[in-house]
């Protein structure tokens, strides 16, 4: 199983940027994708998650309404769509796999990416 994270970079107040977690090693299943961050000299947060299927959908009540999934079955990989950033919103974001259905702890969740560093600033 791997997941690799893309698509940070430094964007304005405001602004928009789509992440990519391009998954391999489960293309079936009962499996759950996650976002989750870490600004420097803080703990990882849960931003979202979706279900496999993607009939499930999970949000961090921070980004609900800014940041939105989309899914490319053929290449397996999920999208994270992100707009209206904010400062806090800086930080290293990682992908993460579970087993099971789109929860909130980072303990719940078995493969990790590596990260993709996200810089919100003017």
């Known amino acids: 199983v791997q997941l690799q994270a893309s698509g940070g970079g430094l964007v304005q107040p405001g602004g928009s940027l789509i992440l990519s977690c391009a998954t391999s090693?489960?293309?079936?299943?009962?499996?759950?994708v996650g976002w989750f961050r870490q600004a420097p000299g803080k703990g990882r947060e849960f931003v979202a998650a979706?279900?496999?299927?993607?009939?499930?959908?999970n949000y961090a009540d921070s980004v609900k309404g800014r940041f939105t999934f989309s899914r490319d079955r053929i290449k397996n990989t999920v999208y994270l769509q992100m707009s209206s950033l904010k400062p806090e919103d800086t930080a290293v974001y990682y992908c993460?796999?579970?087993?099971?259905?789109?929860?909130?702890?980072?303990?719940?969740?078995?493969?990790w990416g590596q990260g993709t560093l996200v810089t919100v600033s003017s």
């Open positions: 993460s796999r579970r087993v099971g259905s789109p929860l909130k702890r980072p303990s719940e969740y078995d493969y």
């Open positions: 090693g489960f293309t079936s299943g009962h499996y759950a």
């Open positions: 979706i279900s496999w299927g993607g009939g499930n959908t």
